[in-house]
């Protein structure tokens, strides 16, 4: 079966770094993705990873490790606007389809 | 261009009506997907396209019929559907279904009310 675990939420305040892990069980896997998804906007691409281990992006990071079957997702110097949905997505053998986690919603304060 | 367009923004229908969404994107995608997302859920899967042709259809009810008149559109047709098919329907597209990479883009999607 295919399952996908994410935190459903998480909370931190500016200034502040955060991680959103993942784990996954697929019965294939090529590739995760991290999903960014403000509330009623569509998700926007954050990170790819089809390798162990890290990719960095400015203040987003996300690391791989497939013999764990877990990823994390690094958000640094948080911004009142990171505040939204964080979606874990695994693509499989086929390659066609993204299997989503539930999402983790982030809430930034002052 | 760099953004996959959607219409109509809302959508309100009865249960007897018939409606289309449309979906667009001059990216050179071959890949073009259809999801639904129900409120503080992940977007479910219903379609791929791959070169203009269907190549996953989750199990997804009759009542929505896809088309793909050509490599820049994606077309959604909707006949009597249920007060549980009010969602989100958003519209994706990637350069090839399954190459490395390759993320997926989202339109802003249709908010759909049936009533």
């Known amino acids: 079966g295919q399952n996908i675990d994410q935190p459903t939420e998480m909370t931190a305040t500016e200034g502040a770094i955060v991680q959103i892990n993942c784990t996954y069980q697929t019965s294939g896997f090529n590739g995760l993705f991290w999903y960014q998804q403000h509330a009623g906007e569509a998700p926007t691409f954050l990170s790819y990873n089809v390798l162990d281990g890290l990719e960095e992006k400015g203040r987003f990071s996300s690391f791989l490790s497939r013999s764990k079957g877990y990823s994390y997702l690094l958000l640094k110097e948080l911004q009142m606007k990171d505040s939204a949905s964080y979606l874990c997505?695994?693509?499989?053998?086929?390659?066609?389809?993204?299997?989503f986690g539930k999402g983790t919603t982030l809430s930034v304060s002052s | 261009d760099t953004e996959v367009t959607q219409t109509p923004k809302h959508l309100v229908m009865g249960m007897t009506n018939k409606k289309s969404l449309k979906c667009e994107q001059h990216m050179g995608h071959r890949a073009m997907y259809w999801y639904k997302q129900k409120a503080k859920k992940p977007p479910e899967l219903m379609f791929v396209?791959?070169?203009?042709?269907?190549?996953i259809n989750e199990s997804v009810p009759s009542r929505f019929s896809p088309e793909c008149p050509n490599s820049s559109l994606l077309n959604l047709h909707l006949h009597a559907l249920q007060p549980e098919d009010s969602a989100l329907y958003l519209c994706?597209?990637?350069?090839?279904?399954?190459?490395?990479?390759?993320?997926?883009?989202f339109g802003p999607g249709t908010r759909l009310t049936v009533l």
């Open positions: 396209y791959s070169y203009e042709k269907l190549s």
């Open positions: 994706a597209s990637s350069h090839l279904a399954g190459g490395p990479g390759n993320e997926q883009f």
């Open positions: 997505a695994v693509r499989d053998w086929g390659g066609t389809a993204l299997i």
